[in-house]
Protein backbone atom coordinates (compact mmCIF):
# COMPACT_ATOMS: atom_id res chain seq x y z
CA UNK A 1 0.00 0.00 0.00
CA UNK A 2 3.34 2.56 0.86
CA UNK A 3 4.20 1.56 -2.58
CA UNK A 4 1.04 2.60 -4.25
CA UNK A 5 0.67 5.98 -2.63
CA UNK A 6 3.91 6.97 -3.56
CA UNK A 7 3.33 5.69 -6.87
CA UNK A 8 0.45 8.32 -6.90
CA UNK A 9 2.58 10.91 -5.55
CA UNK A 10 5.57 11.06 -7.84
CA UNK A 11 2.39 11.16 -10.92
CA UNK A 12 0.60 14.01 -8.83
CA UNK A 13 3.80 16.10 -9.31
CA UNK A 14 5.08 14.51 -12.61
CA UNK A 15 2.01 15.88 -14.19
CA UNK A 16 2.64 19.94 -13.20
CA UNK A 17 6.24 19.66 -13.32
CA UNK A 18 6.08 18.23 -16.31
CA UNK A 19 3.58 20.75 -18.03
CA UNK A 20 6.14 23.35 -16.46
CA UNK A 21 8.73 22.19 -18.76
CA UNK A 22 7.00 21.52 -21.60
CA UNK A 23 5.35 24.83 -21.39
CA UNK A 24 9.32 26.27 -21.01
CA UNK A 25 10.24 24.02 -24.02
CA UNK A 26 7.89 24.85 -26.25
CA UNK A 27 8.68 28.39 -26.01
CA UNK A 28 11.93 27.95 -26.54
CA UNK A 29 11.49 25.82 -29.44
CA UNK A 30 9.27 28.57 -30.49
CA UNK A 31 11.38 31.60 -30.33
CA UNK A 32 14.54 28.95 -32.12
CA UNK A 33 11.82 28.97 -35.24
CA UNK A 34 11.30 32.57 -35.40
CA UNK A 35 15.20 33.52 -34.84
CA UNK A 36 15.96 30.35 -37.30
CA UNK A 37 12.76 32.49 -40.00
CA UNK A 38 14.52 35.70 -39.43
CA UNK A 39 17.64 34.42 -40.37
CA UNK A 40 16.44 32.57 -43.42
CA UNK A 41 14.07 35.86 -44.66
CA UNK A 42 17.24 37.89 -43.90
CA UNK A 43 19.74 35.71 -46.09
CA UNK A 44 16.72 35.55 -49.19
CA UNK A 45 16.43 39.51 -49.07
CA UNK A 46 20.47 39.67 -49.15
CA UNK A 47 20.51 37.06 -51.94
CA UNK A 48 17.74 38.76 -53.97
CA UNK A 49 19.10 42.72 -53.43
CA UNK A 50 22.96 41.49 -53.52
CA UNK A 51 22.24 39.60 -56.64
CA UNK A 52 21.75 42.62 -59.14
CA UNK A 53 24.84 44.31 -57.70
CA UNK A 54 26.91 40.81 -58.11
CA UNK A 55 25.55 41.17 -61.70
CA UNK A 56 26.78 44.70 -62.37
CA UNK A 57 30.17 43.80 -60.64
CA UNK A 58 30.63 40.77 -62.90
CA UNK A 59 29.83 43.10 -65.79
CA UNK A 60 32.42 45.85 -64.56
CA UNK A 61 35.19 43.03 -64.06
CA UNK A 62 34.83 41.87 -67.37
CA UNK A 63 34.39 45.04 -69.37
CA UNK A 64 38.04 45.05 -67.12
CA UNK A 65 39.17 41.50 -68.32
CA UNK A 66 38.20 42.69 -72.00
CA UNK A 67 40.32 45.93 -71.95
CA UNK A 68 43.26 44.48 -70.45
CA UNK A 69 43.55 41.87 -73.20
CA UNK A 70 43.12 44.68 -75.83
CA UNK A 71 45.75 46.35 -73.89
CA UNK A 72 48.02 43.03 -73.90
CA UNK A 73 47.47 42.83 -77.56
CA UNK A 74 48.39 46.20 -78.52
CA UNK A 75 51.57 45.67 -76.52
CA UNK A 76 52.32 42.31 -78.37
CA UNK A 77 51.78 43.62 -81.32
CA UNK A 78 54.27 46.54 -80.34
CA UNK A 79 57.21 44.78 -79.17
CA UNK A 80 56.80 42.24 -82.68
CA UNK A 81 56.97 45.25 -84.44
CA UNK A 82 59.95 46.51 -82.40
CA UNK A 83 61.71 43.15 -82.77
CA UNK A 84 60.91 42.96 -86.31
CA UNK A 85 62.74 46.32 -87.09
CA UNK A 86 65.67 45.54 -85.34
CA UNK A 87 65.73 42.21 -86.80
CA UNK A 88 65.70 44.75 -89.93
CA UNK A 89 68.72 46.59 -88.79
CA UNK A 90 70.77 43.88 -88.21
CA UNK A 91 70.62 42.14 -91.31
CA UNK A 92 71.68 45.79 -93.03
CA UNK A 93 74.57 45.95 -90.75
CA UNK A 94 75.78 42.58 -91.51
CA UNK A 95 75.57 42.91 -95.21
CA UNK A 96 77.19 46.46 -94.85
CA UNK A 97 79.82 44.69 -92.81
CA UNK A 98 80.31 41.59 -95.02
CA UNK A 99 80.35 43.88 -98.02
CA UNK A 100 83.18 45.97 -95.99
CA UNK A 101 85.19 43.08 -95.47
CA UNK A 102 84.31 41.48 -98.82
CA UNK A 103 86.47 44.51 -100.03
CA UNK A 104 88.72 44.86 -97.83
CA UNK A 105 90.02 41.48 -98.67
CA UNK A 106 89.97 42.28 -102.38
CA UNK A 107 92.11 45.26 -101.83
CA UNK A 108 94.21 42.93 -99.69
CA UNK A 109 94.31 40.55 -102.35
CA UNK A 110 94.45 42.93 -105.23
CA UNK A 111 97.91 44.85 -103.06
CA UNK A 112 99.85 41.58 -102.91
CA UNK A 113 98.98 40.32 -106.56
CA UNK A 114 100.07 43.69 -107.36
CA UNK A 115 102.88 43.77 -104.83
CA UNK A 116 104.06 39.94 -106.42
Known sequence: MGQMVFDIIVLVLLIPLSAIVL???SGIVQLLLKSSERRMELRLKAQKGGSG???RQIAVLRAEVAALRDTTTQYDMT???IVQRLEERLSRIEIKTASQSVQS???DIRQRLGQG
Request: without cysteine.
Open 79 to 81: NDQ
Open 53 to 55: DVS
Open 105 to 107: ASE
Open 23 to 25: GIG
